[in-house]
């Protein structure tokens, strides 16, 4: 009984230790502008009453869901074609290694030059931070697969559009699915980065504007809604992947 | 009937070089129509990379090889393969892994898993369709890989040291299912091994390859007894003579 709950009661334990910390952080204080949890949660539950929080996340949701089916979509293709092809992979590979490097709070001001302040410019942000890991993921992935299947399909007549559909994505399907969760992780931190930079909208909104009224509950409210929203989203995925996966279940400390 | 038509496979005078090093020079080997042929040598003497250059999974640097009298040069529906680390999809359940081999054919899934579920009951399966690879002992596995192998027909079974990743108990019991097998199932069996043993057990021809570059040094047919009991071959005067005589011509060639 007590073993069937114990990863779920080992993940409140966890959760518990924190907020424990921070309120006993909160109550010291640590800092005139650091809220204790208590009120940070009050904040965050008057957010959610008078709706605030929602006509924020609706605001911020499209750049993050836009450049995420961006970044999935294209980032697995070429993703693929790195994986599959050498010369490919020495092509484009540096690309993305350097959109990952790249300080992108740098790189903002001349995609606000060239895009405005608008949608395009938070899809951009969005993108440049999730795209990379899914390609590079994905492409290790195909890269990794083992040869002996490979062989296996080739020796049993599969084409090599067959072994790539049946054999080689199916066999890089985790490790894809693990680069697409990282992938969406970077993305919420792309979304949050540009609207605190680019334009206050949404969430970025609430901070900033909570920032400067000194209503920091307010602020920390958000910045945690942030967090619970990105753990919630990565769990869907994982349940996603689970029911595509049967074949190989294993227990994760996601949920 | 002529000559060559007895011959399932015939391999004539195939070179195969890796940059500067030959792996295999000048061979010629026949492999007799419904007959088990065993490649048998110490490691390094190239008879995988022979094997994988019947199946046409690697490429001849030049020679010829003949399966029903027609040179062939890529993987065919005459030639089914067993791999030596069984090359299972473990995505997949038992009976699709089966079936694969039809499925890459375009053949019905109906008509597939019925074709496949008859193979499942051949090797001692029954219960395990729906299983997964990793659910399944090595002994298990590889008789997964050996039903697919059956269930695409083929006239050639080509086995790359099938039985060396199972157990010893268990490779005995596959090397009794194999006679069995060569009795009633007439197809022509390629097959690799190291042991000694193995290969008089099982062979109506044994190949003994030599390494660097590889040739075949001498071809042993045993059959005083071939029409006996499984269980009392290795009691066998001839059968220990065989092996006796095999080890001798080797030795000097294991360091």
Not at chain 1, 227 to 242: C, D, K, Q, S
Not at chain 2, 188 to 196: C, K, L, N, R
Request: with cysteine; charged share 20%; glycine share 8%.
């Amino acid at each position: 009984m007590l073993a069937k709950h114990r990863a779920n009661i080992l993940k409140l334990v966890s959760a518990l230790v924190v907020f424990t910390a921070w309120e006993i952080a909160g109550r010291v204080p640590v800092s005139f502008a650091f809220p204790t949890f208590f009120e940070s949660l009050s904040a965050f539950w008057a957010l959610l009453i008078d709706g605030t929080m929602f006509k924020a996340y609706a605001e911020t949701l499209k750049p993050l869901v836009i450049g995420i089916l961006i970044s999935a979509f294209f980032g697995i293709g070429i993703g693929l074609f790195v994986g599959l092809s050498r010369s490919f992979d020495w092509l484009v590979s540096p690309i993305f290694i350097v959109m990952q490097t790249a300080p992108l709070a740098a790189l903002i001001p001349l995609l606000v030059m060239a895009y405005g302040i608008g949608l395009t410019s938070k899809v951009f942000v969005v993108c440049i931070m999730a795209m990379p890991v899914i390609v590079l993921n994905t492409g290790g992935a195909v890269r990794n697969t083992p040869v002996n299947l490979i062989e296996m399909g080739e020796a049993f007549l599969g084409s090599r559009f067959q072994v790539i559909m049946k054999i080689i994505l199916p066999s890089a399907f985790p490790i894809i699915f693990a680069g697409l969760r990282l992938g969406v992780s970077a993305g919420f931190i792309g979304a949050i980065l540009s609207e605190l930079k680019i334009t206050p909208t949404g969430v970025g909104d609430i901070i900033t504007y909570s920032r400067s009224i000194a209503d920091y509950p307010s602020m920390y409210a958000a910045i945690a809604s942030i967090i619970i929203l990105a753990v919630l989203f990565l769990n869907v995925l994982e349940r996603i992947e689970n029911k595509l996966l049967q074949g190989s279940r294993k227990p994760s400390a996601l949920d | 009937m002529t000559k060559s038509t007895d011959n399932a496979v015939t391999v004539r005078n195939v070179y195969k070089n890796y940059g500067s090093t030959e792996a295999l020079r000048d061979l010629s080997l026949d492999f007799p129509r419904g007959q088990l042929t065993s490649l048998l040598g110490p490691s390094g003497c190239g008879k995988t990379t022979l094997l994988k250059i019947i199946a046409g999974l690697l490429p001849a640097t030049s020679g010829e090889i003949l399966v029903n009298g027609e040179v062939v040069k890529a993987p065919g529906p005459d030639r089914a393969f067993v791999f030596q680390d069984f090359a299972l999809m473990p995505w997949a359940s038992v009976i699709r892994n089966v079936a694969f081999g039809l499925e890459l054919r375009g053949v019905a899934k109906s008509e597939r898993e019925g074709i496949a579920q008859k193979y499942i009951n051949e090797v001692g399966l029954t219960g395990f369709e729906h299983s997964f690879p990793h659910e399944l002992s090595g002994g298990m596995r590889q008789r997964v890989g050996l039903a697919r192998a059956l269930s695409v027909d083929a006239q050639v079974l080509l086995m790359d040291e099938p039985f060396s990743a199972v157990d010893e108990q268990t490779r005995r019991k596959f090397q009794e299912d194999l006679l069995g097998l060569v009795k009633n199932e007439n197809k022509t069996f390629i097959f690799v091994t190291h042991s000694i043993e193995e290969a008089v057990y099982v062979s109506d021809q044994i190949a003994i390859l030599l390494p660097r570059p590889s040739r075949v040094m001498e071809i042993i047919r045993p059959s005083g007894f071939r029409h006996k009991d499984v269980d009392s071959i290795r009691r066998e005067p001839e059968y220990l003579d065989i092996v006796d005589r095999i080890w001798a011509s080797l030795r000097s060639y294991v360091e």
